[in-house]
């Protein structure tokens, strides 16, 4: 049994390796939530879905986001409205009253769907409509994430990080955004801070601390908006500190493989390296560096290629991470 921290693509790359090493069925994968937003009424889980089209067998893996081979047509109706009716076409929140009324899981993180600022598919959209149906239903985020993982057939258990609204917000020198904002229009804004907006009043699920009972693994994921809103619900740094956990470093030294790791880091206070990794992971038992990473941390490490490109370099990293547990006295 080995539970995966996932956010963003780091640790979704790392699980072809997983999958292809150990029984699918003895996995675990815990989506940050902290990235979801509600559009148009649907509520749509990135991290979740990333995880869910991955195994699914149906991600595009040219842009890590959505399903291979989708149409855009409601995409591309909206758009033309709206540049018809001469609206906005950026990111537009509701209202402020609004963004606390309604859905409680979509608290602080609303969006009218008028020019639609995310590129969301027509089968993709039909994820978000099922699991927002099967919200206003009564069931929980974890049970609407279980009846997609079975319409999937995809055998580890995903699990969201909480039931309960974590929002991501990002302060920049023009201002707060969310995360999704950020992330699609993050040119010339400075990052100033980042709020995990009700974090302190969320839970984890009873499956959740679980699942950390097991050997956890965190793929080279961003620390600061992928990890960093599990890491800020309660209860959840915790129960890491009580298992054996090995970190794959998303940093060669100071330089970033992807994303936007460095600039949130350094607009956090941390610094943005393997190094600033091992500081804000102090619950962390081993690492996986790669092998032109000089880094001497204070806790055991395992090196090789941590690129990951194929399911051969997947598997490659992987190995090392069943060394570093190995190193820890945990045979997987």
Request: proline content about 7%; some cysteine; charged content about 25%.
């Amino acid at each position: 049994m080995i539970t995966f921290l996932a956010g963003g693509t780091g640790t979704p790359k790392l699980l072809a390796g997983a999958t292809a090493m150990f029984d699918p069925n003895g996995l675990t994968v815990i989506g940050n939530t902290g990235d979801d937003i509600e559009l148009g009424g649907l509520l749509v889980c990135p991290d979740l879905d990333t995880v869910l089209f991955h195994e699914g067998g149906v991600l595009d893996t040219e842009r890590w986001w959505g399903i291979d081979g989708d149409t855009h047509e409601t995409n591309a109706e909206l758009h033309r409205l709206a540049e018809n009716a001469d609206l906005d076409t950026g990111p537009r929140y509701l209202p402020p009253r609004d963004q606390t009324e309604g859905r409680p899981i979509a608290r602080w993180r609303r969006f009218s769907d008028i020019a639609e600022f995310m590129t969301i598919g027509d089968r993709d959209r039909a994820v978000h409509i099922t699991r927002t149906s099967l919200l206003d239903e009564g069931k929980t985020l974890t049970e609407a994430t279980q009846i997609l993982t079975d319409a999937f057939d995809v055998d580890p258990t995903l699990l969201p990080m909480s039931d309960d609204p974590v929002a991501t917000i990002v302060a920049t020198d023009e201002g707060p955004i969310h995360f999704q904002e950020y992330w699609l229009d993050k040119a010339d804004r400075e990052v100033t801070g980042v709020e995990f907006r009700g974090a302190d009043e969320a839970d984890p699920t009873t499956q959740v601390l679980d699942a950390l009972d097991a050997p956890v693994v965190i793929g080279p994921s961003n620390p600061v908006t992928s990890i960093g809103p599990m890491l800020a619900v309660p209860g959840i740094e915790q129960a890491l500190e009580r298992t054996p956990v090995v970190a794959v470093s998303p940093f060669v030294e100071d330089e970033v493989f992807s994303g936007p790791a460095a600039e949130l880091m350094a607009g956090t206070g941390r610094e943005p390296s393997t190094q600033g990794v091992a500081d804000a992971y102090p619950f962390v038992d081993a690492f996986v560096l790669d092998t032109d990473d000089g880094t001497d941390l204070d806790r055991p490490v395992v090196r090789t290629d941590t690129k990951i490109d194929d399911e051969a370099d997947s598997r490659r990293v992987m190995e090392a991470v069943v060394d570093a547990l190995a190193e820890l006295g945990i045979d997987v």
